[in-house]
């Protein structure tokens, strides 16, 4: 007996309750050293048709989906450092087959260097490269059109940046360690260079000495951020130069209570063990159950939609409020970029900047609504908070699935937006 779970029930009393989240029967299906090789459902749906595992435990390959509607994800990993070095990600459709094709570089500190996709059946090249400073803080991120030997400078065009989304930023830092600067150059939707410049408090024995109390941008764009903060240093009151301020409040357990903006009130509440239970806004309520599910409430008009959502190995399964099952496939650090809707193979993409800014353009649809993430990932983070491109690669093993793969498992302090 190895006491891995082996079948989950999903079932509920509640008529109502079931129309937006039906009962369901998954079971898990185990190979050699208990490693999971099979996922399926009593509905017709197939979660993971097969997995296999390097001799380390690592993921090598996972096949998502029923027979003639697999999604493939294919990794390898450096001989001596168990690094992700490569990650490919097929379709059982043409037009295109191969939706992503993978290659990491890392430097001899493991730091990764360069990222290079290529989408849609190489059909479209996205590299990015990164450089750091000598404790391993990003410095400079950009995309190119050649290689990442080449730095950009002022003035740099689509010749050295490329024009598959288009991006340029440098960062620099104080004696101390915080942020200093954040320069974004002119290249895509940024039409000239603009400087963020962040301020802290100079006086002696401050309170909250390491927190940024403004960000004053120069150059393309001129604004100034504000922010306040709590006697035990969580972020009171932002105050952005563009939109409405926005003010927290936090609990004993400092995790987030409400958030306000624009007279509009948010809130949540947790249990005892502190995971989210509630979440309440102005138009919807959503309660967050166990096993991965959300119900949702749009008060308007008294409904009940719900997400369902299944661990996999390489990323995560929904079944939607709309009633589609979707993969979303995560990146080396667990973040979903690509959404594949199983019954038709349809296809959505999504990409960050280095600190989980958006990058591109919005997906004409994601499963489950858009989240303000990891994830893992879509607004400004605290200016202490280190780029997610500086982590290391974890196996699929190594990771501990979340209580809930939904926004509940979500980092407090990520959650400021949502």
Same mark, same amino acid.
């Given at each position: 007996?190895?006491?891995?779970?082996?079948?989950?029930?999903?079932?509920?009393?509640?008529?109502?309750?079931?129309?937006?989240?039906?009962?369901?029967?998954?079971?898990?299906?185990?190979?050699?050293?208990?490693?999971?090789?099979? %996922?399926?459902?009593?509905?017709?749906?197939?979660?993971?048709?097969?997995?296999?595992?390097?001799?380390?435990?690592?993921?090598?390959?996972?096949?998502?989906?029923?027979?003639?509607?697999?999604?493939?994800? %294919?990794?390898?990993?450096?001989?001596?450092?168990?690094?992700?070095?490569?990650?490919?990600? +097929?379709?059982?459709?043409?037009?295109?087959?191969?939706?992503?094709?993978?290659?990491?570089?890392?430097?001899?500190?493991?730091?990764?260097?360069?990222?290079?996709?290529?989408?849609?059946?190489?059909?479209?090249? +996205?590299?990015?490269?990164?450089?750091?400073?000598?404790?391993?803080?990003?410095?400079?991120?950009?995309?190119?059109?050649?290689?990442?030997?080449?730095?950009?400078?002022?003035?740099?065009?689509?010749?050295? #940046?490329?024009?598959?989304?288009?991006?340029?930023?440098?960062?620099?830092?104080?004696?101390?360690?915080?942020?200093?600067?954040?320069?974004?150059?002119?290249?895509?939707?940024?039409?000239?260079?603009?400087?963020?410049?962040? %301020?802290?408090?100079?006086?002696?024995?401050?309170?909250?000495?390491?927190?940024?109390?403004?960000?004053?941008?120069?150059?393309?764009?001129?604004?100034?951020?504000?922010?306040?903060?709590?006697?035990?240093?969580?972020?009171?009151?932002?105050?952005?130069?563009?939109?409405?301020?926005?003010?927290?409040?936090?609990?004993?357990?400092?995790?987030?209570?409400?958030?306000?903006?624009?007279?509009?009130?948010?809130?949540?509440?947790?249990?005892?063990?502190?995971?989210?239970?509630?979440?309440?806004?102005?138009?919807?309520?959503?309660?967050?159950?166990?096993?991965?599910?959300?119900?949702?409430?749009?008060?308007?008009?008294?409904?009940?939609?719900?997400?369902?959502?299944?661990?996999?190995?390489?990323?995560?399964?929904?079944?939607?409020?709309?009633?589609?099952?979707?993969?979303?496939?995560?990146?080396?650090?667990?973040?979903?970029? #690509?959404?594949?809707?199983?019954?038709?193979?349809?296809?959505?993409?999504?990409?960050?900047?280095?600190?989980?800014?958006?990058?591109?353009?919005?997906?004409?649809?994601?499963?489950?609504?858009?989240?303000?993430?990891?994830?893992?990932?879509?607004?400004?983070?605290?200016?202490?908070?280190?780029?997610?491109?500086?982590?290391?690669?974890?196996?699929?093993?190594?990771?501990?699935?979340?209580?809930?793969?939904?926004?509940?498992?979500?980092?407090?302090? #990520?959650?400021?937006?949502?």
């Amino acid at each position: 007996m190895n006491g891995l779970p082996e079948t989950l029930k999903y079932t509920t009393g509640n008529t109502t309750a079931a129309a937006a989240l039906p009962t369901e029967t998954v079971t898990n299906h185990y190979g050699a050293q208990d490693q999971l090789a099979l %996922t399926d459902s009593d509905l017709s749906q197939v979660y993971l048709r097969g997995a296999s595992y390097t001799e380390f435990g690592e993921l090598a390959q996972a096949e998502l989906g029923n027979l003639g509607k697999r999604v493939v994800q %294919t990794l390898t990993y450096q001989a001596s450092t168990r690094r992700v070095a490569s990650k490919v990600v +097929d379709r059982e459709a043409t037009g295109p087959a191969k939706l992503s094709d993978i290659a990491y570089t890392y430097d001899d500190a493991g730091n990764v260097t360069r990222i290079k996709e290529l989408q849609n059946d190489a059909t479209v090249e +996205d590299d990015q490269c990164f450089d750091y400073d000598w404790a391993r803080r990003m410095t400079d991120a950009w995309t190119t059109a050649g290689s990442c030997s080449t730095k950009p400078t002022t003035g740099a065009g689509t010749d050295i #940046l490329g024009t598959v989304d288009p991006y340029w930023t440098s960062w620099t830092f104080t004696d101390t360690g915080q942020r200093a600067t954040e320069t974004q150059h002119k290249a895509g939707p940024v039409t000239a260079d603009t400087t963020r410049t962040y %301020t802290y408090p100079t006086t002696a024995g401050a309170a909250q000495a390491h927190g940024v109390r403004s960000v004053t941008a120069s150059g393309g764009t001129t604004a100034a951020d504000t922010y306040t903060y709590d006697k035990t240093g969580n972020l009171e009151t932002r105050n952005p130069a563009v939109g409405a301020t926005q003010t927290l409040t936090w609990n004993e357990e400092g995790k987030l209570a409400t958030s306000t903006m624009s007279s509009s009130t948010t809130s949540f509440l947790y249990d005892a063990d502190g995971t989210r239970l509630l979440k309440r806004e102005p138009t919807k309520t959503t309660l967050y159950l166990p096993g991965g599910q959300e119900l949702i409430l749009t008060k308007a008009t008294d409904t009940l939609a719900g997400n369902r959502y299944y661990s996999v190995p390489g990323g995560t399964a929904i079944r939607a409020a709309d009633g589609y099952v979707s993969f979303l496939i995560a990146d080396h650090h667990g973040t979903s970029t #690509l959404s594949v809707t199983a019954a038709n193979l349809a296809v959505n993409r999504r990409k960050q900047l280095p600190y989980g800014g958006e990058r591109g353009g919005t997906p004409v649809y994601w499963p489950g609504g858009f989240r303000r993430r990891r994830h893992r990932r879509h607004h400004r983070p605290h200016p202490h908070r280190r780029p997610r491109v500086q982590h290391q690669p974890r196996s699929v093993h190594q990771r501990r699935p979340p209580a809930h793969p939904g926004p509940a498992s979500v980092p407090q302090r #990520l959650q400021l937006r949502q």
